[in-house]
């Protein structure tokens, strides 16, 4: 199986910055696309960043400037830096893996949009 963990939330003061991380462990053999999403309460789940296997970024008009996407394909990891971090920016963040192909046994298998569990961002005075 294939386990995904995040860490990197907690609370923080308007102006400041977090650096989130989403790791896929286990046998895993290739990650397509990666989306970081957020989902404030009483609010639609939104879109924050994308990054494809080839490393270009793509970002809501919200962040751009301020969040910067990269993954560590070496470690299976997405990286999700926030900057000057507003109050607007409260949510659940959530990484999605688009697609992981990994081993099962000697068994190739194939997971579609396999998502982290979230981690809670905070921005308040």
């Known amino acids: 199986q294939v386990e995904i963990v995040e860490s990197g939330g907690g609370l923080v003061q308007p102006g400041g910055s977090l650096n989130l991380s989403c790791t896929a462990s286990?046998?895993?053999?290739?990650?397509?696309?990666v989306d970081w999403y957020r989902q404030a309460p009483g609010k639609q789940r939104e879109l924050v960043a994308s990054?494809?296997?080839?490393?270009?970024?793509n970002y809501v008009d919200s962040v751009k400037g301020r969040f910067a996407i990269s993954r560590d394909d070496v470690n299976n990891t997405v990286y999700l830096e926030m900057n000057s971090l507003k109050p607007e920016d409260t949510a659940t963040y959530y990484c999605?893996?688009?697609?992981?192909?990994?081993?099962?046994?000697?068994?190739?298998?194939?997971?579609?949009?396999?998502w982290g569990q979230g981690t809670q961002v905070t921005v308040s005075s």
């Open positions: 999605n893996f688009d697609q992981i192909g990994y081993y099962s046994g000697s068994t190739r298998r194939i997971a579609y949009n396999y």
């Open positions: 286990g046998r895993v053999f290739s990650i397509y696309s």
């Open positions: 990054i494809t296997s080839g490393g270009s970024p």
